[in-house]
């Protein structure tokens, strides 16, 4: 029998393929996405292949990461509580679906993967596996064995599991392309400001640069396709992006959270990519969108960051949502200007051969084609409820 497992190379994944094979008797298929974590894949598989794995499965996944997952939530505006831009929400539906393809190929029962009980990762890998494919068992075994980290790293001495040196770090870390998450340690007091030490992608707003750096970024119908007038592939865009605005200091997220699960958890984010793009893409719809769109679409992206924080990648409401998205996008074409300065990415110029800016209605000049004179009518008619409400409220209270 055998499971296929979500392997990462750090401390749990690594016992997790010693626990498997004792606990369950499984042969071990080890599976490894890069999307973008900076880790060595090389590396990572020969610790897979050390610890008794009968196959492994090394997947660089950056470029559909990056145009499959990110370019829908750039589109969408998606910022989870108008602050996290989901970027390790968006992973695990890309994971979980390459865990179901290589069970597939390998003709395994089980897959398995490394979230705890408390988070949100869990929703989002159990349910996109069993829409993906039911039959497939789910093992979760941080779970079930409920180890503490050092009982964990007592096991793996016992087992000779070679234990990472980032064991010592009191943070857990997550990141890709879009973004990094780091929680634990002194971050789960909220109280406290985060040191120092947990950034690694944004210098500190104020060691960063005196003088500004502007930027120009460019979409075609909502996707970023050129930075500073060249073109080019949009995960280079947004690796380019990321140490441009990091090194501005940009990106750097800290707030209270609200799990799927019911917690409340001190989140603590860099993601200068997406916190750069993302005001770019907002600042372009505002300019080619009615006013219409625009309300409604900020309820429409508000509902898409929400599905993919809570697991639902997969549900046919996303599905809808895109297909709205995706229209509103067909005007999203422009290019948007953005002033980095000292932590902040402030967009400072737009233009767009869809605007709805119309200089010759909107100028105080002389020269305003804008006939003023009907706003009086205008004006009688739009206040009319508001005036006969306060009417009828006098009447009442004499």
């Not at 999307?35 to 090394?58: F, P």
């Not at 992973?91 to 395994?108: D, H, Q, W, Y």
């Not at 064991?167 to 780091?182: E, T």
């Not at 046919?316 to 980095?340: M, S």
Request: overall charge negative; aromatic content about 10%; proline content about 5%.
């Amino acid at each position: 029998m055998k499971v296929v497992l979500a392997f990462s190379g750090g401390l749990d994944t690594s016992v997790m393929v010693k626990w498997l094979q004792e606990q369950y008797g499984y042969d071990v298929v080890t599976l490894t996405l890069d999307v973008g974590q900076g880790k060595d894949l090389k590396k990572v598989e020969e610790k897979a292949w050390s610890l008794g794995v009968v196959n492994h499965y090394s997947i660089d996944a950056k470029e559909e990461f990056i145009n499959h997952y990110v370019i829908p939530a750039i589109k969408a505006n998606a910022l989870y509580m108008d602050a996290y831009p989901v970027s390790s929400s968006l992973s695990r539906p890309l994971i979980a679906s390459k865990l179901v393809e290589v069970a597939e190929l390998e003709g395994a029962e089980a897959v398995a993967h490394g979230c705890t009980g408390k988070g949100n990762d869990q929703v989002r890998f159990d349910i996109t596996i069993k829409a993906l494919n039911p039959k497939l068992k789910i093992i979760a075994p941080v779970r079930e064995w409920n180890m503490t980290r050092d009982k964990e790293i007592e096991y793996a001495k016992e087992h000779g599991i070679p234990i990472p040196a980032s064991v010592d770090s009191p943070y857990s870390i997550d990141q890709n392309l879009w973004g990094r998450s780091i929680e634990c340690g002194v971050l789960e007091y909220p109280e406290k400001e985060p040191p120092e030490e947990v950034y690694e992608w944004t210098v500190p707003p104020e060691k960063a640069p005196d003088e500004p750096e502007y930027i120009t970024i460019g979409f075609q119908e909502g996707v970023p396709t050129s930075l500073n007038g060249e073109e080019m592939t949009p995960l280079k865009l947004v690796e380019k992006v990321k140490v441009i605005a990091g090194g501005h200091g940009v990106g750097r997220i800290d707030h209270i959270e609200d799990r799927i699960v019911g917690l409340k958890s001190r989140e603590v984010y860099e993601c200068p990519a997406a916190i750069t793009l993302l005001k770019a893409h907002f600042d372009l719809e505002k300019m080619v969108l009615t006013r219409h769109e625009k309300l409604f679409k900020r309820m429409v992206d508000h509902q898409w960051a929400y599905l993919i924080y809570a697991g639902l990648w997969m549900d046919p409401l996303k599905e809808a949502l895109d297909a709205f998205i995706d229209k509103t996008q067909e005007r999203v074409t422009g290019e948007v200007t953005l002033k980095l300065y000292k932590g902040n990415a402030h967009v400072v110029g737009r233009s767009s051969p869809y605007s709805l800016y119309d200089l010759n209605l909107a100028t105080y000049d002389i020269s305003s084609t804008f006939d003023q004179t009907a706003a009086v009518g205008f004006i009688e008619l739009w206040g009319l409820p508001t005036i006969t409400a306060w009417s009828i409220k006098k009447i009442l209270k004499s």
